[in-house]
């Protein structure tokens, strides 16, 4: 503890009891733990005002993209860690850096004119759907890797995956619905944002990221698994450490800047964590960031606590960048729940019972 990891843009030597909150955050960790309340959860970080208050390390059973099981794994500083899902949001970041290089079509711009390759399948219905919309996830295609497990090969993601040409099948799917009406869980967005940063940037998807985010970041290691065809798993093949999946957390309370330097636009930050659409009841959608609002602290009266929004990564199996703004609080979490129905409850536990809670 007391260690500055990428202290936030402008930030005031913090007066928050730090002490207090990590002892707070382990108390109720370890009890959460020892009550089976959490389970398999393998590696945790919390940050406050970049500076580090709990990093806490576990030992389960974990899976790699495109590897297979794994077995028991003892996890520490180093391991890397699938982070599945969440490697759409660093996507996001990637394609804002791509942006200002002008390596990648504007937001507004036809999605289908990125990919000439494709003029085939040009029609009016497709002509409507813009990059904007990819961000979103509002393309109006027919696409559904939600009702289906992955192990279903229905599932659109593992269809594109399984296809010979993935992009030509996610361009190729029916637009069934009004582009932007409203929001449909597509790792096949992610596909095309990332296609796009590749054929603009002439580097790999993961060659990308490391010169232009990852190394920048001075991150340590990292991986982006990749199917048969070659083609990077773009939607949920990243793979680093808690560290530095924190790093990424902490980048973007800064603004996207990095000791005076600027990493991601500010500009695209704010219009990755501004709501486009609603996913859900709960959350909204930016540039494949979700959005939701949190209630913390001793309700008074009527009153719930205090509200404040969160930025939020989530992958498969438990994987979680959760962003507090107003608290400057930065939680990264790695687990092995994949595949479960009740995979949402460890994290959600973490969040909620053991470190807002623990605020004081």
């Known amino acids: 503890m007391g260690s500055q990891i990428l202290p936030a843009r402008g930030q005031q030597q913090p007066t928050f009891p730090s002490d207090q909150f990590a002892t707070e955050v382990i108390r109720r960790l370890d009890q959460a733990v020892a009550e089976r309340r959490v389970w398999n959860i393998h590696g945790l970080l919390v940050l406050k005002n970049g500076e580090q208050i709990v990093e806490r390390y576990f030992e389960g059973q974990d899976r790699e993209r495109g590897v297979g099981d794994l077995g028991t794994v003892k996890f520490s500083v ?17 394609y804002g850096i791509a942006l ?26 497709r002509s409507r759907v813009t990059v904007h919309h990819a961000l979103s996830m509002t393309m109006g295609m027919d696409w559904d890797e939600s009702s289906l497990p992955y192990a279903d090969p229905r599932n659109s993601e593992t269809a594109m995956d399984n296809a010979t040409d993935r992009y030509r099948y996610i361009l190729e ?3 069934v619905d009004r582009p932007g009406a409203r929001w449909n869980y597509c790792g096949g ?3 095309l944002l990332a296609r796009l940063i590749a054929k603009g940037s002439g580097k790999s998807l993961h060659d990308f990221a490391r010169e232009a985010l990852f190394d920048p970041l001075g991150l340590g290691p990292t991986q982006w698994a990749a199917g048969p065809d070659g083609e990077p798993f773009a939607a949920s093949g990243a793979r680093m450490s808690v560290r530095d999946l924190s790093r990424i957390g902490t980048l973007m309370l800064s603004g996207g800047q990095l000791n005076g330097q600027q990493i991601v636009p500010s500009e695209w930050i704010t219009r990755c964590t501004t709501p486009v659409v609603s996913s859900d009841e709960l959350r909204r ?15 008074k009266g009527w009153a719930a606590g205090r509200l404040e929004r969160m930025w939020l990564a989530q992958g498969e199996g438990g994987q979680r960048l959760f ?19 009740d995979q949402w409850i460890p994290p959600t536990r973490v969040l909620r019972e053991i470190v807002l809670a623990s605020v004081p």
């Open 78 to 94: 180093e391991t890397l860690h699938d982070l599945r899902s969440c490697s759409k949001s660093i996507v996001a970041l990637l």
């Open 100 to 125: 200002q290089q002008g390596k990648v079509p504007a937001p507004e711009a036809s999605l289908l004119s990125g990919f000439p390759e494709y003029r085939d399948l040009a029609d009016e219905e």
């Open 173 to 175: 799917r029916p637009v």
């Open 189 to 191: 967005a992610t596909a």
């Open 285 to 299: 959608y930016g540039y494949q960031w979700f959005l939701l609002d949190v209630a913390f602290g001793k309700p």
């Open 323 to 341: 962003i507090i703004p107003a608290l400057q609080l930065v939680i990264a979490l790695t687990a092995g729940n994949y595949g479960m129905e």
